[in-house]
């Protein structure tokens, strides 16, 4: 995926636009919404938004609890110091 090699990069705001293109087509394909969402939790965290990852974060395991990208959220989470009731 192009997204993660631009993440494994450094290019976060690279990686920050191509997510949101995937997520704004995320109706067509939305299984890929999953790990889209983590993504961007993850492309944010290396731009130093961490309150915006840690939103995305909760988004994410609001929305799609039984994922594996939720499971690996929640984790981020308890990484950064957020409580996760989940």
Known sequence: MRT????????YTGALSDI???IELGDEVP???????MLKGE??????RKSDAIAVYQF??????????????????VELGVPCAH
């Open 4 to 11: 993660t090699g631009m993440l494994n990069a450094g290019d």
């Open 20 to 22: 949101n293109g995937a």
């Open 31 to 37: 299984d890929a919404l999953h790990e889209a969402y």
């Open 43 to 48: 492309a944010l965290e290396g731009l130093g």
């Open 60 to 77: 994410l395991l609001a929305t799609y609890p039984e994922s594996g990208a939720a499971y690996q959220a929640r984790g981020r989470l």
